[in-house]
């Protein structure tokens, strides 16, 4: 059961209800968003009668949910969220093309990668300054400085920019700079990291973890949007499976699944997906047929001098290929592009 | 070392090989096929040199090949196999849809749903008449009943029939009323079957086995060529992960990678591979913006009915819908359909 | 529903019972078995009630069977089924070990191993003179050649012998040699072979499919039990996972699970579980600690010569020094070795 | 390529490294630990030769490491680490065992469960006060409340306390309490965390991420290490795989192979790897007999009542009969218990 307070629901109000959740023998866990707070009840081991909550003052629903995840279920919310980036609309009828370099290096090479994207269509300029490595021997990112030249190229092209961020300490830096901030696969289930993006006023991509479920995927989503940021947008980047001749398994399955189950829009990483470069061009297409609300791809000047992920980084040319095939797919799906 | 015999060479000429490879102490595997002999060389440490053997009389080639599979590679042959079905060509710029019930279930049944896959553009009828179901107490189908059935369906539709068989014991009876025989994803590493669909006259269509890679998949289909019958075709059907939320997970990425890998033609099958009515059309369009040579698709007249797989069988007005977006797809990868 | 007839029960009673199914609107499943007919029912939406049937003349038990599985389940069966091999018996209080090479080569070599895993205490001796192998080009063994020489090594030392078939070709050839018939992970879902295991009069050493989950694997026993042979132990050799340091990964968890859910014994397989041979040891003594009734093991006179799975075969010394530990840890599970 | 400073070296020896690495066109990562600098290099496509550092003032050593892996592994550091909690020391040889409920609930709780597990033989008393939870709305422990009552249960029995500990802003407060920090599988591979237990004084229990290879494991392993903290012990606790019966599959292959590559203790944890309390036993001795240096077994005085993980945990008296069982299996690979 979720109870869902009015917008401006009083603090009197609010306590009224947690306090009858109490005495029930349940526990209440006030879930404060941006606009309005929303009650989860747990601990019954039976459906709850929402008739105990739909007529207490300042209660605008008490939701019988069938799903784990709530707020994000298209049970609870219908219509498509769509994401607005200053007129850029992830989730509404045009697909968006991310793309960029995996890491930011140098001045040169973002602005040359933002102004070839960006002449290929793309609307959002894709750019690692803080990277999760395998190894820590490896290299890390530019970090704040990777930050101001992704700034730099945003006024360069007019480009938004997608960025991730790692962990606490760097949220409020990552978040100045960046339009969208997103979380890396292997922070998907970083409760403590996710609960803090309730707060923030930025959109979240949240990839896939390796080996997520979609329902623990969307369960991660949850935590964000109960913590009160509901700009959340789901990234499908490859499943961990046997198969060894691909980089990850991109599971385009995900897709039709996630836009029945979720009102959030659903972005397709192929450049990590399948890890090839040869063939993210034919995932790319394949995540638009299936049904994606947008796709982020790597992009790299020079991607045999990369100093990350040079092996699945598309040339500009490349890029610039695929999103004259992407636009027909669009077409062919109802999409624009 | 693969030793490819010209088509007409002699038995003497092929004893002089196989003495010579004995002579060096290694094994040598004669392979008979329906137009030539290639002889496996195995038991060399290192590389071995092709002047051995290119001179010697009746040797057409003598392959070094980087990959374990070898008459399947595009080292060996470059241009891509087509498979010709009496004018229906699989493998060639048109995509070639083939559709129809999981099971032969009754007369009514398979004319309906094949004159309904008939309208819609299908080329090809599916249905088993030999089912593999995990339990032994499930429906097995109707053996030979089901192929009359599949022979009058073809007969009243000009649709050629595509058929599992299951064991060597029925191979012949199969293989008089099919135009092509499946071997299931349970059986693709079922070496003595595959061994023997060598000298028979008719395609094969090999689906993935649920937690094949893609190397033994290639090598179950070398069984089969090197056997005599190079008219093999792969068929992506899902692979086993973690998730449940589908069926299976259809592995998307195979597509492009076996493109690239091998010369055989590549078929995708969504019905199995999401195993969920609602996303077999987006899975379809996905495999085919992927770059598949067909699909193949379970419809049924009545999926609520089925005797099996009824939970992910279109309805065949859900299968029209679907090769009308089909068609605009294959179209924006230069294909037609 | 299980209908399980009297031993003699008379074709009357029997079709008497499919009638009354039949007139039911539902399928019946007969299962000629050795000693006694079961008609499995199917078709059912809800649960049956067994009053129907267990009143009816030759009817022994109907039975309402929560599992999938249901001959080889233990809600069927509540004791142990202990299969003897001349006093050799597997499902008892002693845990067998079985060992040998993972293909026989020659004579030296098969004499030489089934002496030597006889006196470390092996009771059985393994060895494949049928080969299923990822490649065309490789080993295939020595066919009946092998089976001759598995009875010399018989006849030497008293060891039973446990090999592959591989089909149904050879089923009758191979089971004039061996005491114990294994079925290979590749052909755990060959159903057509599993059926014809039911009246062969050999026990069937049943491995996991690479990939079958536990439920699909007793689906598999269930086959060749409800085709009438009871003798069938299921062996443990590892499924497939994304992890790539060992060949496969030995699932243990799968034997105290087996062990509440059936009645046939469990052996593990430590060679083809992990793959490595340093390494072998400490996973039989870990299978051993789970509970399971016998380990096969594979050992080879001189494993860096052997021509298939040299890697994972232990030495004589090696094999010997195993069973000392392997005897100890029997104890503590209250086992004898 | 790893150079290893001497303890003290002074900031202008390491200077003059970092300053040799650069002018080789080189990335230099100088990793500060508690004793002693070490810096990697990075950027060469080929080996180094460790002659242009290991005579330079202030280095130890300049190791050439044919694993990713360097600090935590073997090549680097031969003998075994033994971590010394006061007297109890896990890598030595005797087997510990750890052992409480999965989460700390009251008083009464845990200090029942403390004073039986420490009856039974444990050393360690396990009890979660953070929880990383699937679902944001399901309880997420009693925080700081949880850790004095872990505390107070440390001073009545004496048994050293592993708490999780899940982000940096409790890092400080759990370090305050804990004798052992645990780092959950969803955040193997949180790399700001890892490095922030460089400075930390506590010892570190790495669990195993359910898709981590062990390689991965071991990087994560890397990065606590070469930020400073050498006291760390590796806990498997069950990979994800396609099986549905087991919560996870228990990857004790991980055991023999981690204790071949690395110097750190291995730790099993039954409870989360097969996740059903009548299996647990039998994992645990599993465990043992495979050669792990401890097990964490989750007891709760009242499973049936527990607010977390009651399907997994033992009883107190079921986990004392596992402890004399665990004991023998110990004796029989030449540990004690």
Known sequence: MLVVMKPHASEAEIEAVLEKIRSMGLQAHPIPGAQRVAIGITGNKDGLDPGHFETMPGVADAIRVSQPFKLVSREVKEEDTVIDLGGVKLGGPEII??????????????????????????????????????????????????????????????LKVVTEVMDSENLAMVADYADVLQIGARNMQNYSLLRQLGPVKRPILLKRGPSATIKEWLMAAEYIVSAGNYQVALCERGIRTFETMTRNTLDLNAVPVLKALTHLPVVVDPSHGIGLRKHVAAMARAGIAAGADGIIVEVHPNPDRALSDGHQSLTPAEFDALMKQARVIAGAVGRVM
Not at 98 to 124: D, F, N, W, Y
Not at 126 to 150: C, D, H, I, N, V
């Open 97 to 158: 093309a991310m793309a960029g370099p995996c890491s930011v290096e140098s001045r040169t090479q973002i602005l040359e990668a933002a102004h070839a994207v960006k002449a290929a269509g793309a609307k959002l300029l894709r750019g690692g300054a803080f990277k999760p490595r395998t190894s820590p021997y490896e290299f890390q990112g530019l970090a704040e400085e990777g930050l101001k030249l992704l700034a730099l190229a945003r006024e360069q092209t007019g």
